[in-house]
């Protein structure tokens, strides 16, 4: 069946533009997550939806960071006033339940450079 | 608070040697360990874990043993191949929240 599916898959934007980054779950899938992958860093949590709500929204760095979920499905990413420390790939992954019920699906992750 | 420490990358290695790659943690009580990899140009996947102490994971010639005495959940594969080549990390659950906490990944490159 399908996977995580992100988008745009890469992303070039001028600082202080505001961009979105779009995640479609695996259907019936009702944990989402965000996480960041910068170069030479781990993978840096964002965010955990559990169907619509974010009981964990610790790890957004700013609050140029916001993110929601609609209908328990597409999740959207958006970044205001981009910064060149934003350039990184940003990765979602969801799981039927949670990390501790099944193993975590992720998808390929948008590139974002911030020029 | 709960943390993932791997050996620092990037690994070379050629076909059919042994390979490791050492993780140690930090946390609260006995979690489950993970081991996810990342192909090139594709997402991250569970390689294999292990949900309690001296269980050993293993997937596709992989294995890594919860060793609670060294804190410790190295990655081992006798043989590797080029095939395997690819990012790899070691993750925890973060005490008290539902999240994956992540090393910062080894990059493992095997020449043929």
């Known amino acids: 069946g399908a996977g995580v599916s992100q988008s745009p898959s890469n992303k070039v934007t001028e600082k202080g533009k505001d961009v979105e980054l779009r995640c479609d779950p695996i259907s019936g899938h009702t944990a989402l997550y965000w996480y960041r992958q910068s170069l030479g860093q781990g993978l840096e949590f964002l965010i955990y939806f559990q169907g619509n709500s974010a009981p964990d929204k610790s790890g957004l760095p700013s609050d140029r960071f916001s993110a929601e979920r609609t209908g328990g499905s597409v999740s959207t990413l958006t970044i205001q006033r981009t910064q060149q420390e934003d350039s990184a790939v940003y990765l979602c992954?969801?799981?039927?339940?949670?990390?501790?019920?099944?193993?975590?699906?992720f998808g390929n992750g948008t590139r974002l450079t911030v020029t | 608070g709960d943390s993932v420490t791997q050996m620092e990358g990037p690994v070379t290695l050629s076909e059919e040697a042994f390979l490791t790659i050492n993780c140690t943690y930090t946390a609260t009580g006995y979690p489950s360990l993970f081991w996810y990899v990342q192909y090139p140009g594709e997402g991250l996947q569970l390689l294999l874990k292990a949900t309690k102490a001296d269980d050993k994971g293993s997937n596709k010639g992989f294995e890594a043993t919860y060793r609670k005495e060294t804190t410790s959940f190295h990655l081992e594969k006798g043989s590797v191949q080029v095939s395997d080549s690819a990012v790899y990390f070691c993750a925890l659950p973060s005490q008290g929240a539902q999240k994956l906490v992540f090393g910062q990944g080894t990059r493992l490159t095997i020449n043929p």
């Open positions: 992954a969801s799981s039927p339940m949670g990390w501790f019920d099944s193993p975590l699906h």
